[in-house]
């Protein structure tokens, strides 16, 4: 018997350390800069990134 693992991948995430904000794009499958009022939230160019999803697994539903 395995446990099956499905993984819900959010939607979108956000820097704990310098605000940049990505928006995951299923068709790309890959991330891309969010943008509010039509003005990427880039963020720092050399932060390491720190996203407010990372660290939980909120994200991942285990099914028994
Ligand atoms: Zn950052």
Redesign the pocket.
């Known amino acids: 018997m395995s446990k099956e693992v499905r993984l819900c991948p959010p939607t979108d995430r956000e820097?704990?350390?310098?605000?940049?904000k990505e928006e995951w794009n299923a068709e790309m499958v890959n991330w891309e800069i969010g943008e509010v009022d039509g003005e990427k939230i880039v963020?720092?160019k050399f932060?390491?990134?720190?996203w407010d999803i990372t660290g939980t697994h909120r994200s991942i539903i285990e099914v028994v």
């Open positions: 820097c704990n350390l310098c605000g940049r963020g720092e932060c390491m990134h720190e």
